[in-house]
């Protein structure tokens, strides 16, 4: 707890101060979140509770000669504070630009626009929970730009260390901010534009995960979205490969998830379809994972800042009978 105040307490002095270099260049804005869920006896949440609070703020601005910054901070819950953001560069035009420090990880489209009033469901896609943390951040460099059609970014960090979290459940890696190894993670992501509705993007990452630098832990994933002012599209494919100690085999997991919905005064109808399969028994065991997931929810646009949305999922697995469907109510609010 001290440690996490230390942090957000320093951010707050980095954002002042480059506030006022800044001299008004600064864009700020925040976001606040809650939810109610519940769910049946097998679920993460069988008894009804207010949960997933969230408070966020973002400054964001442009200093003389193309240099830049971003600062978010956010409240989790009701004790605990974490950096979101918090890094440094230079942009001297949009094809080119090199930032340094705490960075949203760009791997597909999911993991730089997943807060609350950004999202079409309210649970992370199946897929994603189990291949990388949810927020995924890391501490490095970033080289990005876009230029005609293409959108292109590369950067290396600290990478993924092996161990699971409370707040990431199912994934078997966790996000550090410091090295683990000698070992410094790379990937990147090349995107593409078509008109003004369709993108569309390849990701890749490669990384040690373990204490001893041995092992490798490959990421690869494509998106895709179509988005209109009545319709939206959105899918992600994932697949993992992991390197595992002997006599382990080899781990690999893939997966798909593709989310979409209709907006018709002010209501939006999502619907959700998400698969993951899983084999790796070093990490879960001698029993493959193969996890489905169908939602259906309903949102209602309040205002351009203000959003209720409910979701309901149905989750299954191959050989298993589950019982842990879930629902959440959701209020988003953005500033």
Known sequence: MKTTKTVFAAAVVILLALAVAARGQVKYGGYLAAEYVDGQTDSLTPHGSLQNLL?????????????????????????????NQLWAGYMPSEAFAVRAGL????????????????????????????????????LGV?????????????????????????????????????????????????????????????????????DQDMHDLILEGADFSWVTRQWEVHAEYTWSFIENPAPYERGESEGWSVWMCSTYRGFQPVGSYQEIKVRDTYHYGETPIDRSRWTAGLAYIVSNTLCLRFEYDWNSEQGLQLNDDQWQVQVSLSF
């Open 142 to 210: 970033v080289i990005e730009g876009k230029t005609g059609f293409l959108t292109y970014a590369a950067y290396f960090g600290n990478g993924l260390a092996e161990g699971q979290s409370d707040a990431d459940p199912y994934a078997a890696y966790v996000q550090q901010f410091h090295d683990n190894n000698t070992n410094k993670a790379k990937g990147g992501r090349i995107g593409i534009k078509a008109g003004q509705a369709i993108r569309a993007g390849y990701s890749y990452y490669s990384g040690k995960y373990d």
């Open 103 to 138: 960075f949203l990880v760009p791997f597909g489209a999911w993991n730089t626009a997943s807060r609350p009033h950004e999202t079409l469901l309210v649970r992370t896609p199946l897929n994603l929970e189990y291949l990388y943390p949810s927020s995924w951040r890391d």
């Open 55 to 83: 408070a966020g703020f973002l400054a964001q601005g442009r200093i003389a000669q193309g240099f830049g910054f971003a600062v978010e901070v956010r409240a989790l819950g009701v004790d605990t504070f974490d950096v």
